[in-house]
């Protein structure tokens, strides 16, 4: 456990050193994108290329991040793999189907009606999937509440075993009646399964329906030890502590992902500003110099080259920009979850939350700079 501890350690360490290293490529990145927007106004460069460069060096960069990160943070999932679901595994199950549609559907009506801008539709038709995250959210939650609760349970249970000797289900049986908080319904089930019988299959179900990946491995190694004749009372004592130790290490590791998640979020809004500030600003030169379509030969002259901002549609140019911002949401939101360890569907709520920064910003910044600096 000692080693494990280091090594799990160790892992955070280097996650928190890549933090600090995306951090700085993506103000980096900021940059490059200013002036990818701005050099086709001084150069000869087209601006099409320009963009789409810019496109390419951020999913570059976000999958080498997601890549790196997969890679180096500890394979410790928060909830088990198990074909036995508990009720709340369930019920995401079955709500992945309705919300998809739901999804979907919004977004072919909007795309025929076109209520709003094409982000503010794709944003709108996202929301629903807001549901999936928030009940992935609920069930680490009380998973999480059922690992708090587990090493006081598994100590209890190798100490009385010790001290009564024989078969454990009266163990379990007495202890069914205290209060284990969200664990509590999950004993009485073990024992009601024990007293038919199977003891293999009723410690399977139960740590199937408790959801948690821990949870599932450390009842294994104490079924395992207390029927091979082992000291009930020390295995117990040994497994709760080590099951402490790795919920101490879980604490820090979520730590470590808010710290992340902050990041990300500020990164978000840092990025769509001052990419859409100059947007805006290319938009308004851009209508300074070729007003109702024809060079305006008073601006042109001034300007060192053949501007040729006009080479794609402004309109086009804000989607491109907005549908990068929508695959650097997407991403941020993979990598917060890999970092904590939880149900991937909670990436679905920051993602959503994530696209409408982004889309907020794509609608208001334009608006804003048209406000404070008509030109």
Same mark, same amino acid.
């Given at each position: 456990?000692?080693?494990?501890?280091?090594?799990?350690?160790?892992?955070?360490?280097?996650?928190?050193?890549?933090?600090?290293?995306?951090?700085?490529?993506?103000?980096?990145?900021?940059?490059?994108?200013?002036?990818?927007?701005?050099? %086709?106004?001084?150069?000869?460069?087209?601006?099409?290329?320009?963009?789409?460069?810019?496109?390419?060096?951020?999913?570059?960069?976000?999958?080498?991040?997601?890549?790196?990160?997969?890679?180096?943070? %500890?394979?410790?999932?928060?909830? !088990?793999?198990?074909?036995?679901?508990?009720?709340?595994?369930?019920?995401?199950?079955?709500?992945?189907?309705?919300?998809?549609?739901?999804?979907?559907?919004?977004?072919?009506?909007?795309?025929?009606?076109?209520?709003?801008?094409?982000?503010?539709?794709?944003?709108?038709?996202?929301?629903?999937?807001?549901?999936?995250?928030?009940?992935?959210?609920?069930?680490?939650?009380?998973?999480?509440?059922?690992?708090?609760?587990? %090493?006081?349970?598994? #100590?209890?249970?190798?100490?009385?075993?010790?001290? #009564?000797?024989?078969?454990? $289900?009266?163990?379990?049986?007495?202890?069914?009646? !205290?209060?284990?908080?969200?664990?509590? =319904?999950?004993?009485?089930?073990?024992?009601?399964?024990? $007293?038919?019988?199977?003891?293999?299959?009723?410690?399977?179900?139960?740590?199937?329906?408790?959801?948690?990946?821990?949870?599932?491995?450390?009842?294994?190694?104490?079924?395992?030890?207390?029927?091979?004749?082992?000291?009930?009372?020390?295995?117990?004592?040994?497994?709760?502590?080590? @099951?402490?130790?790795?919920?101490?290490?879980?604490? @820090?590791?979520? +730590?470590?992902?808010?710290?992340?998640?902050?990041?990300?979020?500020?990164?978000?809004?840092?990025?769509?500003?001052?990419?859409?500030?100059?947007?805006?600003?290319?938009?308004?030169?851009? #209508?300074?110099?070729?007003?109702?379509?024809?060079?305006?030969?008073?601006?042109? =002259?001034?300007?060192?080259?053949?501007?040729?901002?006009? +080479?794609?549609?402004?309109?086009?140019?804000?989607?491109?920009?907005?549908?990068?911002?929508?695959? !650097?949401?997407?991403?941020?939101?993979?990598?917060?979850?890999?970092?904590?360890?939880? !149900?991937?569907?909670?990436?679905?709520?920051?993602?959503? $939350?994530?696209?409408?920064?982004?889309?907020?910003? $794509?609608?208001?910044? %334009?608006?804003?700079? =048209? +406000?404070?600096?008509?030109?």
């Amino acid at each position: 456990m000692n080693e494990y501890e280091r090594m799990y350690k160790r892992s955070l360490y280097y996650i928190e050193a890549a933090n600090n290293m995306y951090l700085n490529m993506i103000i980096t990145l900021a940059f490059v994108a200013a002036f990818a927007l701005i050099f %086709p106004m001084l150069t000869e460069m087209n601006i099409n290329s320009a963009i789409y460069g810019m496109i390419f060096l951020f999913l570059m960069v976000d999958i080498a991040m997601l890549l790196f990160i997969r890679r180096i943070t %500890p394979k410790d999932d928060l909830l !088990h793999n198990l074909k036995i679901k508990s009720k709340d595994m369930l019920m995401l199950d079955k709500a992945l189907l309705p919300v998809v549609l739901l999804s979907f559907l919004i977004f072919m009506v909007l795309l025929f009606t076109r209520p709003f801008s094409t982000p503010v539709n794709i944003a709108i038709s996202q929301t629903p999937l807001l549901i999936l995250g928030v009940l992935a959210g609920r069930l680490e939650a009380r998973v999480m509440r059922k690992d708090d609760n587990f %090493p006081t349970f598994i #100590r209890t249970v190798g100490a009385s075993a010790g001290v #009564r000797g024989g078969s454990l $289900t009266p163990v379990i049986g007495a202890l069914r009646l !205290h209060n284990y908080g969200a664990l509590t =319904e999950d004993i009485k089930a073990l024992y009601r399964r024990l $007293t038919l019988g199977d003891v293999n299959r009723s410690w399977r179900f139960f740590a199937g329906e408790t959801g948690s990946n821990l949870i599932d491995k450390f009842s294994r190694i104490f079924i395992e030890s207390a029927y091979s004749g082992g000291d009930t009372a020390e295995i117990g004592e040994t497994l709760g502590n080590s @099951f402490a130790r790795m919920i101490a290490l879980r604490k @820090f590791r979520r +730590q470590l992902a808010s710290s992340l998640k902050g990041m990300l979020y500020s990164a978000m809004v840092g990025i769509s500003i001052s990419i859409f500030i100059i947007v805006a600003l290319v938009d308004s030169l851009g #209508r300074g110099l070729f007003g109702g379509g024809s060079i305006s030969l008073e601006g042109i =002259e001034f300007m060192p080259v053949k501007f040729t901002a006009v +080479q794609l549609e402004m309109s086009t140019i804000v989607v491109l920009v907005w549908v990068l911002l929508l695959l !650097h949401a997407a991403i941020s939101a993979v990598i917060i979850k890999i970092v904590d360890g939880g !149900h991937m569907y909670n990436s679905l709520v920051h993602y959503v $939350t994530m696209l409408w920064i982004g889309t907020g910003i $794509t609608v208001l910044v %334009p608006r804003l700079f =048209e +406000q404070v600096i008509p030109l």
